[in-house]
T-cell receptor, first 112, second 115 residues
Framework: GDSVTQMEGPVTLSEEAFLTINCTYTATGYPSLFWYVQYPGEGLQLLLKATKADDKGSNKGFEATYRKETTSFHLEKGSVQVSDSAVYFCARASGGSYIPTFGRGTSLIVHP | NAGVTQTPKFQVLKTGQSMTLQCAQDMNHNSMYWYRQDPGMGLRLIYYSASEGTTDKGEVPNGYNVSRLNKREFSLRLESAAPSQTSVYFC??????????????FGPGTRLTVT
């Protein structure tokens, strides 16, 4: 079945470091891809999305590019802040099932 | 717009007690979902409702029932709570119909402890 695999956390960084969180997905159909963020004590909120190959989603300094050839959608940010500390979820969804498949989440901890 | 709202925010139950978690959305979305989140398990879908009048089981439906009361409201009921149902419960909604609408909007969660 459809699946999403994320790197395990926690990822611990110092402020202003470069961030990469890896995500790969199963290529069944033509999925849309998403990154959601969950801040402590809150629900998930959409961070960015891409709906077709080579699209780049971006928001709040985060970016991810839809790579069909490697079935990847890695999340990157050039300079993280303490306020970026959260859990990040990669997800895919495609026709035939409008229900997203989520990865298990990657915890990011940013130290001052 | 309030988005997706959930009540209560916190609840403690004794084993065998029942309760209903409430969820409402004001975005005119067709589809609504209930998830549970447990450490190391990510999000698991309990039940969903593609549109008003329909409900379907997700990955982990045992021990739960749902009601799609109208287009806005989707409730989750625990008939006889068990310690294994201790979790954080999230309601979500989405528009159903095209590729860009797969994104979901989440409520703030209900933190349930069963003793």
């Amino acid at each position: 079945g459809d699946s999403v695999t994320q790197m395990e956390g926690p990822v611990t960084l110092s402020e202003e470091a470069f961030l990469t969180i890896n995500c790969t997905y199963t290529a069944t159909g033509y999925p849309s891809l998403f990154w959601y963020v969950q801040y402590p004590g809150e629900g998930l909120q959409l961070l960015l999305k891409a709906t077709k190959a080579d699209d780049k989603g971006s928001n709040k300094g985060f970016e991810a590019t839809y790579r069909k050839e490697t079935t990847s959608f890695h999340l990157e940010k050039g300079s993280v802040q303490v306020s970026d500390s959260a859990v990040y979820f990669c997800a895919r969804a495609s026709g035939g099932s409008y229900i997203p498949t989520f990865g298990r989440g990657t915890s990011l901890i940013v130290h001052p | 717009n309030a988005g997706v709202t959930q009540t209560p925010k916190f609840q403690v139950l004794k084993t065998g007690q029942s309760m209903t978690l409430q969820c409402a959305q004001d975005m005119n979305h067709n589809s609504m979902y209930w998830y549970r989140q447990d450490p190391g398990m990510g999000l698991r879908l309990i039940y969903y409702s593609a549109s008003e009048g329909t409900t379907d089981k997700g990955e982990v439906p045992n021990g739960y029932n749902v009601s799609r009361l109208n287009k806005r409201e989707f409730s989750l009921r625990l008939e006889s709570a068990a310690p294994s149902q201790t979790s954080v419960y999230f309601c979500a909604s989405s528009v159903f119909g095209d590729r860009s609408s797969y994104e979901q909007y989440f409520g703030p969660g209900t933190r349930l402890t069963v003793t």
